[in-house]
């Protein structure tokens, strides 16, 4: 039986995007994660991502849970970067409408619901999203 697989990686997308912003960005990441051989949750320690000039952290799980069927991801996030960077990811609008440094972190729980993912997460917001000017 397998007890637990340890996966380490990197990944770098030149053209990523997020359908409703529709820009792209190049994306750098490196994950660990631990799988549970068992019973198939993901403990993941951390997944560092770079897009511009903001570098996010990630730390979470994806297990059973809540005595329904699925799996439920709990995830927390701290960044520290441009706002420009998150504005071209995730709004339409071009250029953004607001520039400069901030840093980041938040907290979600995204059940096993088979609805689109921005409209589960941001209803499911565990900790405030908390946006504060960097002291560089």
């Given at each position: 039986?397998?007890?637990?697989?340890?996966?380490?990686?990197?990944?770098?997308?030149?053209?990523?995007?997020v359908?409703?912003?529709?820009?792209?960005?190049?994306?750098?990441?490196?994950?660990?994660?631990t799988?549970?051989?068992?019973?198939?949750?993901?403990?993941?320690?951390?997944?560092?991502?770079?897009?511009?000039?903001?570098?996010?952290?990630?730390?979470?799980?994806?297990?059973?849970?809540?005595?329904?069927?699925?799996k439920?991801?709990l995830?927390?996030?701290?960044?520290?970067?441009?706002?420009?960077d998150?504005?071209?990811?995730f709004?339409?609008?071009?250029?953004?409408?607001?520039?400069?440094?901030?840093?980041?972190?938040?907290?979600?729980?995204?059940?096993?619901?088979?609805?689109?993912?921005?409209r589960?997460?941001?209803?499911?917001?565990?900790?405030?999203?908390?946006?504060?000017?960097?002291?560089t």
């Amino acid at each position: 039986m397998l007890g637990k697989v340890e996966v380490l990686g990197t990944t770098d997308v030149p053209d990523f995007r997020v359908k409703m912003a529709g820009h792209d960005v190049r994306l750098r990441a490196k994950f660990h994660a631990t799988v549970n051989g068992t019973n198939g949750n993901l403990q993941v320690e951390p997944v560092d991502v770079w897009f511009g000039n903001t570098a996010v952290e990630s730390r979470g799980s994806i297990e059973n849970g809540g005595g329904h069927e699925g799996k439920t991801t709990l995830v927390g996030i701290t960044g520290k970067g441009e706002i420009e960077d998150l504005l071209r990811l995730f709004v339409h609008q071009a250029p953004p409408a607001m520039k400069g440094a901030i840093r980041f972190r938040s907290k979600a729980s995204l059940p096993p619901e088979r609805r689109p993912f921005f409209r589960s997460w941001l209803w499911r917001v565990t900790s405030p999203f908390e946006l504060r000017p960097s002291q560089t």
